[in-house]
């Protein structure tokens, strides 16, 4: 076995190589930058592959910090104790005023090891890609005692940033990043985005769900993944997968869709209900974190653009920080017609979304704007939007305007 020493030195010359690439500015590293003055705990969670290890580089450019992968297989057994790696560090790297880890989970009882350098006082910055097992073991090792920062895939202004682009105004560039998504090795042409997709998905499932959690039920959790990736942006509940699978329990369901949450695939969203009890019992609807998973993994019949689009808008809102089932929530009206999307903050609901590809049909410009109209009324909202693929207007309606705005403008106005 290679001596602890000889392994982070491999690490050193890593981060050297590593620190003389050109980087995209991401929007987290403003807030990122500013924490570093703060003792806490720095804690960057997101799927694998989404940027995390980069973001802290770019942050930690021009500081003096040591670097350690936790996804070398070398580090991840129980014969290399904390104290060893301190010592180690310090040899190798001597003073220095931070210490980033990467991928910290595969650490055994990487809690207690972070709690005692942060009594040391030394100023970490670690990375994730398990979002319940850090935030679940973080709060209990450090009792809030960190600052946590989500990093999902390329924003579409990081995706023009990344292709050297001032303005989102080219549909061709905007029809691939809803497609492909924004992971940065597809959104920078590095891969061919339908194999690296694949692998990238089937591997996060193998590694961060199969081989974590020990589940023997490996094929049935594929089959259900793939099943949630052909429904995104639709409704489902723990029996009708069950009905659709066969193999599968209600109760293992659950699990299995919690252990893809963790690791970034999936997200499910609620419908809102005034006692939450109402809204654990409705069905939900299943999203991918990343647009680019859902092109990859379904065998759509008919064109995909319609729930690409509700999936876009979706991961959106969350990088924007709405929170599913505490701030972001689906409705469906008394009359049963359904609004894709309601944010909250606190107690006071602020905004309703429809998206919808187009308002061309009739029908569907009729439906979407009386389910709007419903539920804004149910709800006291007066802030009504509908998103589309390139359709912008103002629609006044029983003395309500609602504001349609192009998808593209939506995702770099903020707003």
């Known amino acids: 076995m290679k001596s602890l020493n000889t392994i982070l030195e491999a690490h050193r010359r890593e981060r050297d190589r590593t620190l003389k690439r050109t980087f995209v500015s991401r929007q987290l590293g403003g807030p990122l930058s500013k924490s570093l003055s703060s003792n806490l705990v720095k804690v960057i969670t997101g799927p694998r592959r989404a940027g995390k290890s980069t973001l802290a580089f770019q942050v930690l450019a021009d500081k003096r910090f040591a670097y350690l992968n936790f996804e070398d297989d070398a580090l991840r057994g129980d014969e290399v104790t904390s104290?060893?790696?301190?010592?180690?560090?310090?040899?190798?790297?001597?003073?220095?005023?931070?210490?980033?880890?990467?991928?910290?989970?595969?650490?055994?009882?990487?809690?207690?090891?972070i709690n005692k350098l942060h009594r040391r006082?030394?100023?970490?910055?670690?990375?994730?890609?398990?979002?319940?097992?850090?935030?679940?073991e973080l709060g209990s090792a450090l009792t809030g005692r960190h600052l946590s920062f989500e990093l999902l895939p390329f924003s579409f202004q990081e995706f023009l940033l990344?292709?050297?682009?001032?303005?989102?105004?080219?549909p061709h560039l905007f029809q691939r990043y809803l497609s492909w998504g924004g992971f940065p090795e597809v959104a920078l042409g590095g891969a061919e985005p339908s194999g690296y997709l694949r692998t990238l998905f089937d591997s996060v499932v193998l590694r961060d769900?199969?081989?974590?959690?020990?589940?023997?039920?490996?094929?049935?959790?594929?089959?259900?993944?793939?099943?949630?990736?052909n429904n995104a942006a639709?409704?489902?509940s723990a029996r009708s997968l069950e009905r659709s699978l066969g193999s599968?329990?209600?109760?293992?369901?659950?699990?299995?869709i919690a252990y893809c949450r963790e690791a970034y695939?999936?997200?499910d969203l609620q419908p809102y209900f005034f006692k939450p009890r109402m809204r654990v019992k409705a069905d939900r609807k299943i999203y991918a974190f990343d647009n680019g998973f859902i092109s990859a993994k379904s065998q759509p019949a008919t064109s995909n653009d319609s729930r690409l689009l509700e999936n876009l808008v979706f991961v959106e809102l969350v990088r924007r920080g709405f929170q599913?089932?505490?701030?972001l929530f689906y409705y469906q009206t008394r009359s049963g017609t359904e609004v894709d999307f309601l944010i909250r903050k606190g107690s006071k609901n602020l905004e309703l979304l429809q998206v919808t590809q187009n308002l061309s049909s009739l029908k569907t410009r009729e439906r979407e704007i009386r389910a709007l109209l419903q539920g804004a009324k149910e709800l006291n909202i007066r802030k009504l939007t509908v998103i589309t693929l390139d359709t912008e207007e103002a629609i006044r309606e029983s003395g309500t305007q609602i504001r349609v705005i192009p998808c593209p403008t939506w995702l770099t106005s903020g707003s």
């Open 83 to 113: 104290d060893e790696l301190i010592q180690a560090l310090e040899a190798v790297y001597g003073k220095t005023d931070f210490l980033f880890f990467d991928e910290i989970q595969n650490y055994p009882h990487w809690e207690s090891f």
């Open 121 to 136: 006082e030394y100023n970490l910055l670690i990375t994730g890609s398990n979002s319940r097992l850090l935030s679940r």
């Open 162 to 170: 990344a292709l050297g682009k001032k303005k989102g105004d080219d």
């Open 209 to 229: 769900i199969v081989t974590r959690h020990r589940i023997r039920l490996s094929t049935a959790i594929h089959d259900l993944l793939n099943l949630l990736m």
């Open 234 to 236: 639709c409704r489902f």
């Open 248 to 256: 599968l329990s209600t109760a293992t369901i659950q699990k299995f």
């Open 265 to 267: 695939l999936v997200q």
């Open 324 to 327: 599913p089932n505490i701030d």
